[in-house]
């Protein structure tokens, strides 16, 4: 009887020895603080996403500028450049390229299946404007012309009815030239609408 006590006792020791060492992996899970790093990622809401409809925006200089700008305010954002061909872009990490198939709506169908509230899409083309407003994103033109619920309905009639004349021929002219006002005024909007989502908590850390 005593060989077999001093044996559970002898058991016991070593498992206290064990205890003592280093924690087991749940616990150290346990205890461990998160790092600062690991605390920013688990608090850190949505990003502001910027979807450019690439293939002919004269204001994609402006985009990487002020997303730049707001990035380095801490607010977290990322820029998606879609195109049918391959653009160069900036080497930061909240720019990345997506280039599509070649097809007439393949830029506009890929930014439609993924803005929503909090995005921004930056186009002229009026279809993907609407379908952008329509799924809650904010959509600006290359002018700095901002689209609505409450303008996108005469948006697309206007280009409807001159679709219509220029296929009649009673318009032969395109768009006026892009001026360099209309770079100082998108630059604006794009402004105001990222300060917008970040107030209404996007792109930005929630409080521990």
């Known amino acids: 009887m005593y060989p077999r006590r001093e044996g559970r006792r002898d058991c016991s020791s070593r498992r206290t020895v064990r ?105 002229a083309d009026v279809p993907l404007a609407s379908r952008a407003v329509k799924a809650g994103a904010d959509a600006i033109a290359p002018n700095g012309r901002p689209f609505t619920a409450d303008s996108i309905g005469m948006a697309l009639a206007t280009r409807n009815l001159l679709d219509t004349l220029r296929g009649s021929g009673e318009i032969t002219g395109g768009p006026k030239p892009f001026a360099p006002r209309d770079r100082s005024e998108f630059l604006a909007a ?10 209404a908590g996007f792109g930005t850390s929630r409080a521990d």
């Not at 506009?108 to 929503?116: L, S, T």
């Not at 794009?190 to 107030?199: E, F, G, P, Y």
């Open 19 to 123: 205890r003592q060492g280093a924690p087991s992996a749940h616990q150290a899970w346990r205890v461990a603080a998160p790092s600062k790093v690991a605390r920013s990622f688990l608090t850190q809401s949505s990003p502001i996403t910027i979807y450019i409809d690439a293939d002919a925006c004269p204001v994609k200089q402006e985009i990487y500028r002020v997303a730049e700008r707001h990035a380095r305010k801490g607010t977290a954002l990322k820029v998606f450049v879609v195109s049918n061909a391959p653009i160069a872009i900036p080497r930061d990490e909240f720019v990345e390229r997506v280039v599509v198939g070649a097809g007439m709506d393949e830029a506009d169908n890929w930014i439609a299946e993924r803005a929503r509230r909090g995005d921004i899409v930056v186009t």
């Open 190 to 199: 794009l402004d105001r609408a990222i300060v917008r989502l970040t107030r």
